[in-house]
């Protein structure tokens, strides 16, 4: 199951939607467009943290850990700065958080705009999502038990690639969309920073 279904399921697209008086399909077309560089910005996170995993997990409880999801599913005005916060730590600068949002933009047919409010709010859902299932919280997934936050992100990380839970064929040319494994090169943003040449190395 993808992760973006996985948030509708929970109520976090609706929130969103909401909150920023958009339909809840235009909510989740931003999210589909918008997650994979989200998950690909927390693999990197993990990839750079001196305890690797471990780092990670506690990097997203430093962030807030599972009460960032918990502050976008609540019914009053979420503080959309903690997303930021989240942001700032996975994309390293605002240009990249841009980048990413024109990327979706050309995917989604969503106003860039748009998707800049969006973003720190869906960084939000992610990250809180994957603190709650590392931590075993209320909102951990069955299907995602027990895989430690490396199965995690390479589950939610294939099965957004492939739409389905399962791996993009290996055989298969990384398209401009395409999404892969933890152990995989395929990232999502390492392709937008690719065709963003120039904002980060």
């Known amino acids: 199951m993808q992760i973006t279904d996985i ?40 990839r750079s943290q001196p305890s690797g995993l471990e780092g990670l997990g506690g990097l997203l409880g430093h962030l807030g850990g599972g009460s960032l999801l918990d502050e976008v599913l609540a019914p009053q005005p979420t503080d959309v700065s903690h997303g930021n916060d989240v942001l700032r730590q996975i994309f390293g600068s605002k240009d990249v958080s841009r980048a990413v949002a024109q990327d979706a933009a050309s995917q989604s ?3 860039p705009s748009l998707l800049k409010k969006m973003l720190p709010m869906l960084a939000m859902l992610v990250a809180g999502f994957v603190a709650k299932q590392q931590g075993g919280g209320a909102a951990a997934q069955p299907a995602l038990a027990g895989r430690g936050l490396g199965g995690l992100l390479g589950s939610l990380l294939g099965g957004q690639a492939a739409g389905s839970g399962r791996e993009p064929p290996a055989a298969a040319a990384p398209g401009p969309a395409s999404t892969r494994d933890l152990k995989g090169d395929g990232n999502r943003l390492d392709a937008i920073l690719r065709t963003a040449r120039g904002v980060i190395r």
């Open 7 to 46: 948030l509708a399921r929970m109520g976090g697209l609706r929130s969103m939607a909401r909150e920023l008086g958009v339909s809840e399909t235009q909510a989740t077309s931003a999210a589909e467009a918008l997650v994979p560089a989200i998950l690909g910005g927390l693999k990197k996170q993990a």
């Open 109 to 111: 047919g969503l106003d």
